[in-house]
């Protein structure tokens, strides 16, 4: 069974600096996908960024990106110029074929002013 | 595109009622997700389906549970005899599915179910 494991349960950063958020899985599949999702307070969950396994070159979305170590299984969310509204719970989730999404336990983030 | 939709948002029941909660989907996505968050954890899955097929079923999903796609497009959760452990957030998600690829599944705002 596949197991998503994020290790730091909350985190904070200065506006406008850098943080990275970690995340390990653990797959016998070859084949999937990794995500991170971001739920703010009271809102809904939103994609923030995706990761095909095949794929060597890591995934990047404007001020987000991801350093997907696939060896390691490893896949961590680096945030940079962080905003206010970047506040919220971070999710690491992984996909294979049959389209369920397993979740790890999710990182609080704390943007502080 | 006016995104995943769920009602009700609220939901507060008494133990050994039952309760019905709706989702509507993305209009041309094919897969409807449904899963469960309880406070401050990750959602875990509950069952998927593709069209109207249900295809996967979470152990979780005891048989107190029943999920339906009559059409293939809004989907309905009933929860029939609650328990207070059945309090928590349902999300519902949905998805296009190609055959080829998968592809990111949108959410809904949830129905948050309280059971006093």
Known sequence: AQTVTQSQPEMSVQEAETVTLSCTYDTSENNY???????????????????????????TENRFSVNFQKAAKSFSLKISDSQLGDTAMYFCAFMKATGKLIFGQGTTLQVKP | ?????????????????????????????????????????????????????????????SDRFSAERPKGSF?????????????????????????????????????????T
């Open chain 1, 33 to 59: 996908y990794l995500f991170w999702y971001k739920q703010p307070p009271s809102r809904q969950m939103i994609l923030v960024i995706r990761q095909e396994a095949y794929k060597q070159q890591n995934a």
């Open chain 2, 75 to 115: 989907s309905t959760l009933e929860i029939q005899r609650t328990e207070q452990g059945d309090s928590a957030m349902y999300l519902c998600a949905s998805s296009r599915e190609t055959g080829t690829d998968s592809y990111e599944q949108y959410f809904g705002p949830g129905t948050r179910l309280t059971v």
């Open chain 2, 1 to 61: 595109d006016t995104g995943v939709s769920q009602d009700p948002r609220h939901k507060i029941t008494k133990r050994g009622q039952n309760v019905t909660f709706r989702c509507d989907p993305i209009s041309e996505h094919n897969r409807l997700y449904w899963y469960r968050q309880t406070l401050g954890q990750g959602p875990e899955f509950l069952t998927y389906f593709q069209n109207e097929a249900q295809l996967e079923k979470s152990r979780l999903l």
